[in-house]
């Protein structure tokens, strides 16, 4: 059964840059869709982004990372990447890595039962 566990989070300046990492064990993540989340104090959890299974080819963003934030993956390391560029107090938070096997997700109805892992969440702060 897959397991997921994030890492890279931390405290950066206003226009900094952090990559949050979504590291995959107990399966193969290859075969996954791997969905992006995150959740400020007091706010409900956000969708942010999501990338398609194997090949990545498919990517999605919110419209409140997009042009900013970039996922990738590598599956070989069993890995998907949440490259977080100019960074705003608005983005703080706790940042989530989800995966479901199946072909890719939709940012804008996520199948919340499909995703069967989850990470315990990395932690984002923006100093201003």
């Known amino acids: 059964q897959l397991q997921l566990a994030e890492s890279g989070g931390g405290l950066v300046q206003a226009g900094g840059p952090l990559r949050p990492t979504c590291a995959g064990s107990?399966?193969?993540?290859?075969?996954?869709?791997i969905a992006w989340f995150r959740q400020a104090p007091g706010k409900e959890r956000e969708a942010i982004s999501t990338i398609s299974r194997r090949d990545g080819k498919v990517t999605s963003y919110a419209d409140s990372v997009k042009g900013r934030f970039t996922v990738s993956r590598d599956n070989a390391k069993k890995k998907a990447y949440l490259q977080m560029n100019d960074l705003k107090p608005e983005d703080a938070g706790e940042y989530y890595c989800?995966?479901?096997?199946?072909?890719?997700?939709?940012?804008?109805?996520?199948?919340?039962?499909?995703?069967?892992?989850w990470g315990q969440g990395t932690r984002v702060n923006v100093s201003s």
């Open positions: 989800a995966a479901g096997p199946r072909t890719r997700f939709s940012l804008e109805k996520i199948e919340y039962k499909l995703l069967g892992a």
């Open positions: 107990g399966s193969t993540l290859n075969n996954y869709a």
